[in-house]
Protein backbone atom coordinates (compact mmCIF):
# COMPACT_ATOMS: atom_id res chain seq x y z
CA UNK A 1 0.00 0.00 0.00
CA UNK A 2 1.33 3.52 -0.92
CA UNK A 3 0.72 6.64 0.44
CA UNK A 4 1.41 9.99 -0.91
CA UNK A 5 0.62 13.45 0.14
CA UNK A 6 -0.88 15.92 -2.26
CA UNK A 7 -0.24 19.85 -2.09
CA UNK A 8 2.27 19.55 0.38
CA UNK A 9 5.76 20.24 0.12
CA UNK A 10 7.47 20.22 3.33
CA UNK A 11 6.15 17.51 5.65
CA UNK A 12 7.66 18.63 8.88
CA UNK A 13 6.38 22.06 8.64
CA UNK A 14 3.35 20.26 9.44
CA UNK A 15 3.87 19.24 13.07
CA UNK A 16 4.65 22.86 13.40
CA UNK A 17 1.89 25.07 15.02
CA UNK A 18 1.22 27.57 12.14
CA UNK A 19 -0.89 30.43 12.54
CA UNK A 20 -1.64 30.64 8.65
CA UNK A 21 -3.26 27.06 8.71
CA UNK A 22 -5.30 28.19 11.77
CA UNK A 23 -3.77 26.23 14.33
CA UNK A 24 -4.10 28.07 17.75
CA UNK A 25 -1.24 27.89 20.13
CA UNK A 26 -3.43 25.84 22.81
CA UNK A 27 -4.93 23.39 20.55
CA UNK A 28 -4.58 23.07 16.96
CA UNK A 29 -5.88 20.82 14.54
CA UNK A 30 -4.62 19.65 10.91
CA UNK A 31 -6.60 17.61 8.27
CA UNK A 32 -4.34 16.02 5.91
CA UNK A 33 -5.61 14.25 2.05
CA UNK A 34 -4.29 10.78 2.00
CA UNK A 35 -4.94 8.62 -1.31
CA UNK A 36 -3.88 5.03 -0.94
CA UNK A 37 -3.24 3.46 -4.46
CA UNK A 38 -3.36 -0.50 -4.83
CA UNK A 39 -2.82 -0.97 -8.27
CA UNK A 40 -6.44 -1.38 -9.46
CA UNK A 41 -8.64 0.46 -6.79
CA UNK A 42 -8.33 4.03 -5.86
CA UNK A 43 -9.29 5.12 -2.11
CA UNK A 44 -9.47 8.45 -0.57
CA UNK A 45 -9.20 8.97 2.99
CA UNK A 46 -8.92 11.90 5.23
CA UNK A 47 -6.82 11.80 8.68
CA UNK A 48 -6.27 14.77 11.45
CA UNK A 49 -3.19 15.69 13.12
CA UNK A 50 -3.70 17.00 16.32
CA UNK A 51 -0.89 18.96 18.52
CA UNK A 52 -1.52 19.21 22.52
CA UNK A 53 -0.25 22.69 24.39
CA UNK A 54 2.65 22.10 26.61
CA UNK A 55 1.21 22.68 29.49
CA UNK A 56 -0.39 19.26 28.46
CA UNK A 57 2.36 17.26 27.87
CA UNK A 58 1.66 15.20 31.35
CA UNK A 59 -1.49 14.22 29.83
CA UNK A 60 -0.32 13.24 26.46
CA UNK A 61 2.18 10.96 28.28
CA UNK A 62 -0.54 9.45 30.16
CA UNK A 63 -2.15 8.85 26.83
CA UNK A 64 0.86 7.19 25.27
CA UNK A 65 1.30 5.26 27.79
CA UNK A 66 -2.20 3.58 27.25
CA UNK A 67 -1.84 3.26 23.80
CA UNK A 68 1.18 1.10 23.71
CA UNK A 69 -0.34 -1.18 26.54
CA UNK A 70 -3.13 -1.21 24.66
CA UNK A 71 -1.65 -2.34 21.34
CA UNK A 72 0.60 -5.06 23.64
CA UNK A 73 -1.95 -6.52 24.36
CA UNK A 74 -3.85 -6.44 21.07
CA UNK A 75 -0.59 -8.12 20.04
CA UNK A 76 -0.20 -10.73 22.43
CA UNK A 77 -3.81 -11.44 22.02
CA UNK A 78 -3.49 -11.41 17.98
CA UNK A 79 -0.18 -14.22 18.01
CA UNK A 80 -2.48 -16.48 20.11
CA UNK A 81 -5.04 -16.68 17.68
CA UNK A 82 -3.61 -15.87 14.15
CA UNK A 83 -1.29 -19.24 14.59
CA UNK A 84 -4.30 -21.62 14.15
CA UNK A 85 -7.09 -19.88 14.02
CA UNK A 86 -9.08 -18.67 10.53
CA UNK A 87 -8.86 -14.69 9.44
CA UNK A 88 -11.72 -13.03 11.48
CA UNK A 89 -14.05 -12.50 8.13
CA UNK A 90 -13.71 -15.95 7.39
CA UNK A 91 -16.31 -18.55 7.49
CA UNK A 92 -17.43 -19.89 11.20
CA UNK A 93 -14.51 -17.09 12.84
CA UNK A 94 -17.59 -15.33 14.47
CA UNK A 95 -18.51 -18.69 16.70
CA UNK A 96 -15.09 -19.12 17.36
CA UNK A 97 -15.02 -15.79 18.53
CA UNK A 98 -18.01 -16.47 20.79
CA UNK A 99 -16.42 -19.58 22.00
CA UNK A 100 -13.11 -18.08 23.09
CA UNK A 101 -15.00 -14.85 24.66
CA UNK A 102 -17.86 -16.29 26.30
CA UNK A 103 -20.70 -13.52 26.85
CA UNK A 104 -21.25 -12.42 30.58
CA UNK A 105 -24.10 -14.48 32.55
CA UNK A 106 -25.22 -10.67 34.31
CA UNK A 107 -27.60 -8.96 32.38
CA UNK A 108 -27.04 -5.79 31.58
CA UNK A 109 -30.13 -3.13 31.21
CA UNK A 110 -29.99 -0.86 28.85
CA UNK A 111 -29.94 2.66 30.49
CA UNK A 112 -33.09 4.23 31.02
CA UNK A 113 -33.94 7.83 28.85
CA UNK A 114 -34.74 10.78 30.46
CA UNK A 115 -38.07 11.29 29.05
CA UNK A 116 -39.91 14.50 29.31
CA UNK A 117 -43.24 15.55 28.26
CA UNK A 118 -43.76 18.92 27.05
CA UNK A 119 -46.21 21.29 29.12
CA UNK A 120 -50.12 20.81 27.25
CA UNK A 121 -51.25 24.11 28.90
CA UNK A 122 -49.71 27.42 30.04
CA UNK A 123 -47.44 27.40 32.79
CA UNK A 124 -47.00 30.36 35.61
CA UNK A 125 -43.39 31.73 36.42
CA UNK A 126 -43.19 29.76 39.28
CA UNK A 127 -43.69 26.04 37.34
CA UNK A 128 -40.83 27.75 34.70
CA UNK A 129 -38.83 27.61 37.34
CA UNK A 130 -39.25 24.48 38.54
CA UNK A 131 -39.31 22.80 34.91
CA UNK A 132 -35.85 24.87 34.57
CA UNK A 133 -34.52 23.26 38.16
CA UNK A 134 -35.41 20.03 36.94
CA UNK A 135 -33.74 20.70 33.67
CA UNK A 136 -30.17 22.75 35.18
CA UNK A 137 -27.84 20.73 33.12
CA UNK A 138 -29.70 22.53 30.17
CA UNK A 139 -27.00 25.77 29.19
CA UNK A 140 -29.98 27.58 27.89
CA UNK A 141 -32.90 26.65 29.39
CA UNK A 142 -35.28 28.62 27.23
CA UNK A 143 -34.33 28.26 24.04
CA UNK A 144 -34.63 24.82 24.24
CA UNK A 145 -37.93 24.39 25.60
CA UNK A 146 -39.14 26.64 22.48
CA UNK A 147 -36.80 24.05 20.13
CA UNK A 148 -38.57 21.26 21.72
CA UNK A 149 -42.17 22.92 21.23
CA UNK A 150 -41.25 23.30 17.11
CA UNK A 151 -40.65 20.09 17.05
CA UNK A 152 -43.83 18.48 18.43
CA UNK A 153 -46.15 21.70 17.15
CA UNK A 154 -46.69 22.77 20.78
CA UNK A 155 -50.16 25.24 20.87
CA UNK A 156 -49.00 29.00 20.62
CA UNK A 157 -50.28 29.43 24.15
CA UNK A 158 -48.17 27.28 25.98
CA UNK A 159 -45.37 29.05 24.02
CA UNK A 160 -46.56 32.46 25.31
CA UNK A 161 -46.36 31.68 28.69
CA UNK A 162 -42.35 30.90 28.17
CA UNK A 163 -42.08 34.30 26.80
CA UNK A 164 -43.90 35.96 29.26
CA UNK A 165 -42.20 34.24 32.10
CA UNK A 166 -38.72 35.34 30.24
CA UNK A 167 -40.03 38.88 30.20
CA UNK A 168 -40.90 39.11 33.25
CA UNK A 169 -37.62 37.70 34.79
CA UNK A 170 -35.80 40.64 32.27
CA UNK A 171 -37.68 43.95 32.56
CA UNK A 172 -39.93 42.74 29.59
CA UNK A 173 -37.36 42.27 27.08
CA UNK A 174 -37.77 38.72 25.29
CA UNK A 175 -34.16 37.75 22.96
CA UNK A 176 -34.37 37.69 18.88
CA UNK A 177 -34.08 33.65 18.93
CA UNK A 178 -36.87 33.40 21.38
CA UNK A 179 -39.13 35.91 19.49
CA UNK A 180 -38.15 33.92 16.31
CA UNK A 181 -38.81 30.30 17.27
CA UNK A 182 -41.99 31.63 18.99
CA UNK A 183 -42.82 33.64 15.31
CA UNK A 184 -42.68 30.00 13.89
CA UNK A 185 -45.24 28.24 16.08
CA UNK A 186 -47.49 31.37 15.33
CA UNK A 187 -47.39 31.01 11.38
CA UNK A 188 -47.63 27.12 11.38
CA UNK A 189 -50.82 27.51 13.05
CA UNK A 190 -51.67 30.85 11.59
CA UNK A 191 -52.19 32.76 14.70
CA UNK A 192 -52.44 36.22 12.48
CA UNK A 193 -52.76 38.24 15.85
CA UNK A 194 -49.79 37.03 17.21
CA UNK A 195 -47.76 37.18 13.80
CA UNK A 196 -49.05 40.95 13.87
CA UNK A 197 -47.73 41.65 17.46
CA UNK A 198 -44.50 39.85 16.77
CA UNK A 199 -44.06 42.40 13.46
CA UNK A 200 -44.56 45.04 15.78
CA UNK A 201 -42.59 44.17 18.46
CA UNK A 202 -39.10 43.42 15.91
CA UNK A 203 -40.35 46.10 14.06
CA UNK A 204 -39.77 48.39 16.89
CA UNK A 205 -36.75 47.02 17.80
CA UNK A 206 -34.45 45.74 15.26
CA UNK A 207 -33.86 47.80 11.87
CA UNK A 208 -32.48 44.50 10.12
CA UNK A 209 -33.50 40.89 10.04
CA UNK A 210 -32.26 37.93 9.42
CA UNK A 211 -33.24 35.84 5.86
CA UNK A 212 -35.32 33.52 8.18
CA UNK A 213 -37.33 35.93 9.98
CA UNK A 214 -38.03 37.87 6.93
CA UNK A 215 -38.96 34.71 5.31
CA UNK A 216 -41.72 33.73 8.22
CA UNK A 217 -43.24 37.34 8.81
CA UNK A 218 -43.99 37.28 4.84
CA UNK A 219 -45.56 33.75 5.22
CA UNK A 220 -47.38 35.13 8.16
CA UNK A 221 -48.91 38.59 6.94
CA UNK A 222 -49.76 37.41 3.50
CA UNK A 223 -53.32 36.20 4.73
CA UNK A 224 -53.70 39.24 6.86
CA UNK A 225 -55.19 42.94 6.17
CA UNK A 226 -51.84 44.27 6.28
CA UNK A 227 -50.42 42.04 3.81
CA UNK A 228 -48.69 44.37 1.77
CA UNK A 229 -46.38 44.95 4.19
CA UNK A 230 -44.76 41.66 3.05
CA UNK A 231 -44.38 43.62 -0.05
CA UNK A 232 -42.10 46.16 2.35
CA UNK A 233 -40.55 42.93 3.49
CA UNK A 234 -39.65 42.30 0.68
CA UNK A 235 -37.81 45.21 -0.66
CA UNK A 236 -35.72 45.31 2.44
CA UNK A 237 -34.96 41.48 1.56
CA UNK A 238 -33.65 43.11 -2.08
CA UNK A 239 -31.52 45.67 -0.63
CA UNK A 240 -28.74 42.62 0.82
CA UNK A 241 -29.45 40.04 -1.70
CA UNK A 242 -31.85 38.51 -4.24
CA UNK A 243 -35.13 36.84 -2.53
CA UNK A 244 -35.47 33.49 -2.45
CA UNK A 245 -38.20 31.71 -4.59
CA UNK A 246 -40.08 30.64 -1.71
CA UNK A 247 -40.34 34.51 -0.58
CA UNK A 248 -41.58 35.16 -4.09
CA UNK A 249 -44.21 32.11 -3.91
CA UNK A 250 -45.68 33.88 -0.34
CA UNK A 251 -45.73 37.39 -2.31
CA UNK A 252 -47.49 36.17 -5.07
CA UNK A 253 -49.81 33.80 -3.22
CA UNK A 254 -50.82 36.64 -1.18
CA UNK A 255 -51.17 39.44 -3.82
CA UNK A 256 -53.97 36.73 -5.71
CA UNK A 257 -55.38 35.83 -2.66
CA UNK A 258 -56.09 39.20 -1.83
CA UNK A 259 -57.50 39.75 -5.76
CA UNK A 260 -54.62 41.72 -6.85
CA UNK A 261 -53.62 40.49 -10.03
CA UNK A 262 -51.16 42.91 -11.72
CA UNK A 263 -49.03 42.51 -8.34
CA UNK A 264 -48.91 39.14 -8.37
CA UNK A 265 -47.75 39.14 -12.23
CA UNK A 266 -45.52 41.71 -11.80
CA UNK A 267 -43.45 39.79 -9.21
CA UNK A 268 -43.64 36.76 -11.21
CA UNK A 269 -41.59 38.72 -14.29
CA UNK A 270 -39.35 39.91 -11.51
CA UNK A 271 -38.91 36.28 -10.32
CA UNK A 272 -38.23 35.24 -14.13
CA UNK A 273 -35.97 38.14 -14.41
CA UNK A 274 -33.97 36.56 -11.90
CA UNK A 275 -33.21 33.60 -13.98
CA UNK A 276 -35.10 31.94 -10.82
CA UNK A 277 -37.24 28.61 -11.95
CA UNK A 278 -40.08 29.24 -9.83
CA UNK A 279 -41.82 26.65 -7.91
CA UNK A 280 -45.07 24.78 -9.63
CA UNK A 281 -47.24 26.01 -6.49
CA UNK A 282 -46.69 29.24 -7.17
CA UNK A 283 -47.45 29.06 -11.32
CA UNK A 284 -50.58 26.33 -10.02
CA UNK A 285 -51.89 29.45 -7.62
CA UNK A 286 -52.17 31.29 -11.60
CA UNK A 287 -54.76 28.76 -12.90
CA UNK A 288 -56.45 28.37 -9.54
CA UNK A 289 -57.22 31.88 -9.42
CA UNK A 290 -57.97 31.96 -12.94
CA UNK A 291 -61.05 30.03 -13.19
CA UNK A 292 -62.84 33.22 -11.87
CA UNK A 293 -61.37 35.41 -14.62
CA UNK A 294 -62.95 36.20 -18.02
CA UNK A 295 -61.22 38.09 -20.90
CA UNK A 296 -57.95 37.07 -23.16
CA UNK A 297 -55.65 39.08 -21.34
CA UNK A 298 -55.60 36.46 -18.31
CA UNK A 299 -55.35 33.90 -20.39
CA UNK A 300 -52.88 35.02 -22.55
CA UNK A 301 -50.76 35.11 -19.36
CA UNK A 302 -51.75 31.01 -18.29
CA UNK A 303 -50.85 30.10 -21.98
CA UNK A 304 -47.55 31.53 -20.99
CA UNK A 305 -47.05 30.02 -18.27
CA UNK A 306 -47.54 26.99 -20.07
CA UNK A 307 -44.87 27.39 -22.41
CA UNK A 308 -42.77 28.02 -20.03
CA UNK A 309 -43.30 24.93 -18.88
CA UNK A 310 -42.60 23.65 -21.97
CA UNK A 311 -39.48 25.62 -22.95
CA UNK A 312 -38.07 24.62 -19.40
CA UNK A 313 -39.02 21.09 -19.41
CA UNK A 314 -40.79 21.20 -16.20
CA UNK A 315 -43.77 18.57 -15.18
CA UNK A 316 -46.38 19.63 -13.30
CA UNK A 317 -47.71 17.74 -10.67
CA UNK A 318 -51.05 16.05 -10.89
CA UNK A 319 -52.93 18.58 -8.79
CA UNK A 320 -51.45 21.32 -10.96
CA UNK A 321 -52.62 19.30 -13.82
CA UNK A 322 -55.88 19.20 -12.76
CA UNK A 323 -56.05 23.15 -11.79
CA UNK A 324 -54.75 22.78 -15.70
CA UNK A 325 -58.12 20.66 -16.87
CA UNK A 326 -60.26 22.85 -14.46
CA UNK A 327 -59.52 26.36 -15.90
CA UNK A 328 -59.31 25.49 -19.93
CA UNK A 329 -63.02 23.45 -19.45
CA UNK A 330 -64.37 27.02 -17.52
CA UNK A 331 -63.25 29.16 -20.39
CA UNK A 332 -66.96 30.60 -21.41
CA UNK A 333 -67.51 30.50 -24.99
CA UNK A 334 -64.25 28.07 -25.64
CA UNK A 335 -65.67 24.27 -25.23
CA UNK A 336 -62.05 22.96 -23.91
CA UNK A 337 -62.39 19.38 -22.95
CA UNK A 338 -60.49 17.50 -20.54
CA UNK A 339 -58.88 13.99 -20.14
CA UNK A 340 -56.42 12.38 -18.73
CA UNK A 341 -54.85 9.68 -21.09
CA UNK A 342 -51.69 7.76 -22.14
CA UNK A 343 -49.00 8.68 -25.34
CA UNK A 344 -48.09 5.61 -27.36
CA UNK A 345 -44.45 5.44 -28.26
CA UNK A 346 -45.37 6.32 -31.79
CA UNK A 347 -46.37 9.97 -30.28
CA UNK A 348 -49.82 9.28 -31.26
CA UNK A 349 -52.44 10.43 -28.26
CA UNK A 350 -54.74 8.16 -27.34
CA UNK A 351 -57.75 10.44 -26.38
CA UNK A 352 -57.94 12.41 -29.44
CA UNK A 353 -55.77 10.63 -31.94
CA UNK A 354 -53.63 13.55 -33.13
CA UNK A 355 -49.13 13.00 -32.49
CA UNK A 356 -47.69 14.67 -30.38
CA UNK A 357 -44.57 16.69 -31.97
CA UNK A 358 -41.44 14.95 -31.62
CA UNK A 359 -37.71 16.73 -30.36
CA UNK A 360 -35.79 14.58 -33.05
CA UNK A 361 -33.32 17.14 -35.09
CA UNK A 362 -33.07 17.34 -38.42
CA UNK A 363 -29.09 17.04 -40.32
CA UNK A 364 -29.29 20.74 -40.39
CA UNK A 365 -30.56 21.55 -36.67
CA UNK A 366 -27.95 18.67 -35.36
CA UNK A 367 -25.34 20.52 -37.06
CA UNK A 368 -25.92 23.64 -35.70
CA UNK A 369 -26.73 22.22 -32.32
CA UNK A 370 -22.88 20.35 -32.59
CA UNK A 371 -21.36 23.58 -33.20
CA UNK A 372 -23.27 25.82 -30.81
CA UNK A 373 -22.31 23.16 -28.29
CA UNK A 374 -18.61 23.02 -29.40
CA UNK A 375 -18.40 27.16 -29.48
CA UNK A 376 -20.25 28.18 -26.46
CA UNK A 377 -19.77 25.06 -23.78
CA UNK A 378 -16.41 23.70 -24.72
CA UNK A 379 -15.05 26.50 -25.89
CA UNK A 380 -16.23 28.99 -23.96
CA UNK A 381 -14.47 32.35 -25.43
CA UNK A 382 -11.80 31.74 -23.64
CA UNK A 383 -9.58 28.50 -24.42
CA UNK A 384 -7.26 28.99 -21.38
CA UNK A 385 -10.33 29.71 -18.97
CA UNK A 386 -11.53 26.18 -19.48
CA UNK A 387 -8.94 24.29 -21.53
CA UNK A 388 -6.26 24.66 -23.72
CA UNK A 389 -5.92 25.24 -27.53
CA UNK A 390 -3.58 21.79 -27.72
CA UNK A 391 -6.57 19.97 -25.36
CA UNK A 392 -9.80 20.96 -27.26
CA UNK A 393 -7.80 20.37 -30.78
CA UNK A 394 -6.81 16.89 -29.59
CA UNK A 395 -10.60 16.29 -28.32
CA UNK A 396 -11.97 18.25 -31.88
CA UNK A 397 -9.63 14.77 -33.25
CA UNK A 398 -10.85 12.42 -30.94
CA UNK A 399 -14.56 13.39 -32.06
CA UNK A 400 -13.88 13.39 -35.58
CA UNK A 401 -12.20 9.74 -36.00
CA UNK A 402 -14.05 7.75 -34.02
CA UNK A 403 -17.03 6.32 -34.75
CA UNK A 404 -20.46 7.08 -32.12
CA UNK A 405 -20.17 6.33 -29.04
CA UNK A 406 -21.89 3.32 -27.13
CA UNK A 407 -22.29 5.58 -23.81
CA UNK A 408 -21.88 9.19 -22.97
CA UNK A 409 -22.28 10.55 -19.51
CA UNK A 410 -24.66 13.52 -19.78
CA UNK A 411 -27.10 15.17 -17.09
CA UNK A 412 -28.93 12.30 -16.92
CA UNK A 413 -25.99 10.36 -15.13
CA UNK A 414 -25.21 13.40 -13.29
CA UNK A 415 -28.34 13.95 -11.84
CA UNK A 416 -28.67 10.44 -10.04
CA UNK A 417 -25.20 11.94 -7.61
CA UNK A 418 -27.71 14.32 -6.17
CA UNK A 419 -30.54 11.79 -4.61
CA UNK A 420 -32.76 14.67 -2.99
CA UNK A 421 -32.68 16.71 -6.50
CA UNK A 422 -36.15 15.63 -8.91
CA UNK A 423 -34.67 13.99 -11.67
CA UNK A 424 -38.11 15.34 -13.45
CA UNK A 425 -36.68 19.14 -13.35
CA UNK A 426 -32.35 17.70 -13.92
CA UNK A 427 -32.86 15.40 -16.91
CA UNK A 428 -33.81 18.19 -19.44
CA UNK A 429 -31.82 16.42 -22.15
CA UNK A 430 -33.52 13.06 -22.99
CA UNK A 431 -37.22 14.28 -22.36
CA UNK A 432 -39.98 15.03 -24.74
CA UNK A 433 -41.51 17.74 -25.42
CA UNK A 434 -43.69 19.15 -22.22
CA UNK A 435 -46.29 21.32 -23.83
CA UNK A 436 -47.74 20.98 -27.46
CA UNK A 437 -49.83 22.76 -28.67
CA UNK A 438 -51.97 22.71 -32.41
CA UNK A 439 -54.45 25.82 -31.87
CA UNK A 440 -56.90 23.17 -31.13
CA UNK A 441 -55.09 21.20 -28.49
CA UNK A 442 -52.61 20.83 -25.86
CA UNK A 443 -50.88 17.89 -24.27
CA UNK A 444 -49.42 18.32 -21.01
CA UNK A 445 -47.22 15.33 -19.41
CA UNK A 446 -47.77 15.57 -15.47
CA UNK A 447 -45.78 13.99 -12.67
CA UNK A 448 -47.27 12.15 -9.80
CA UNK A 449 -46.91 14.74 -6.74
CA UNK A 450 -43.73 13.10 -5.17
CA UNK A 451 -40.90 14.57 -4.07
CA UNK A 452 -38.49 12.07 -6.27
CA UNK A 453 -38.48 10.15 -9.07
CA UNK A 454 -36.91 7.15 -9.70
CA UNK A 455 -37.69 6.67 -13.57
CA UNK A 456 -35.73 7.54 -16.28
CA UNK A 457 -38.58 7.52 -18.46
CA UNK A 458 -40.94 10.58 -19.39
CA UNK A 459 -43.83 10.18 -17.27
CA UNK A 460 -46.15 7.97 -18.58
CA UNK A 461 -49.47 10.43 -17.77
CA UNK A 462 -50.61 12.74 -20.19
CA UNK A 463 -53.20 15.71 -19.98
CA UNK A 464 -55.20 16.19 -23.21
CA UNK A 465 -57.35 19.00 -24.49
CA UNK A 466 -58.75 19.76 -27.17
CA UNK A 467 -61.97 22.04 -27.81
CA UNK A 468 -64.91 20.94 -29.22
CA UNK A 469 -65.47 22.30 -32.84
Known sequence: MTFYFTGIRSFPKLWKSNPYLGLGPGH??????????????????WFSLKTVSPQNTKAMNLLVAKARYVRKKDEGSSKQVSADSPHMFAAGAAKKRSQMNPPSKEHVLPPVKNIFQLPTKPLNSEEWDKLKEDFKEKANFENWIISQMIKCHSSVDVAKSVLAWVAAKNNGIVGYDLLVKYLYLCVFHKQTSEIIDVYEIMKARYKRLESGAYTLLIRGLIHTDRWREALLLLEDIKKVMIPSKKNYNDCIQGALFHQDVNVAWNLYQELLGHDIVPMLETLKAFFDFGKDMKGDQYSNKLQDILLYLRNNQLYPGESFAHSIKTWFESVPGEHWKGQFTTVQQSGQCLGCGKTVESIHLSSEEYEFLKEKIMRDVIDGGDQYKKTTPQELKRFQNFVKYHPPF??????????????KARESQVHILIYDTVVQTTGDSWHIPYDDDVVERYSYEVPTKWLCLHRKT
Open 28 to 45: SSLSLFLKDCYGIKNQEK
Open 406 to 419: DIVIDGLNVAKMFP
